[in-house]
């Protein structure tokens, strides 16, 4: 879209009759069509937000930091590595993610 600015700074061609108008004018002075460019919106770029695929949520539902021993389910401190009751390893420690 450059062909536009090559005019007189801040004038602009309108796209329906090609009469340039000057920078001030919101609309052609001709045929009142808008001028380009003043009202598009901006294409907001579409992110598209991750769905899920992050750690089973069920885990951080405890207090913080405290994990659930899988093997029997003994509620753990979070600085405790391996389960009180049956040494089970502490769930997320290893790259085991299931
Ligand atoms: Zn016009
Ligand atoms: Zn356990």
């Known amino acids: 879209f450059g062909d536009k600015f ?3 700074k801040g ?3 309108c796209s329906v009759c090609l ?3 000057k920078a001030e004018d919101s609309k052609c002075v001709a045929c009142q069509s808008e001028k380009p460019g003043s009202s ?3 294409t907001s770029s579409s992110v598209s937000a991750s769905s899920g695929g992050f750690l089973d949520l069920d885990k951080f539902k405890m ?3 405290s994990w659930q021993c899988e093997a029997c389910l003994v509620q753990n401190k979070a600085e405790a590595a ?3 009751a049956c040494d089970s390893a502490k769930p997320g420690t290893k790259a085991e993610l299931k």
Do not use: A, D, R, Y
Request: proline letters at 17%.
């Open 6 to 8: 090559k005019q007189p």
């Open 19 to 21: 009469l340039q108008n």
């Open 63 to 65: 207090p913080e930091g």
């Open 40 to 42: 598009v919106p901006v």
């Open 82 to 84: 391996k389960c009180i």
């Open 11 to 13: 004038s602009w061609n």
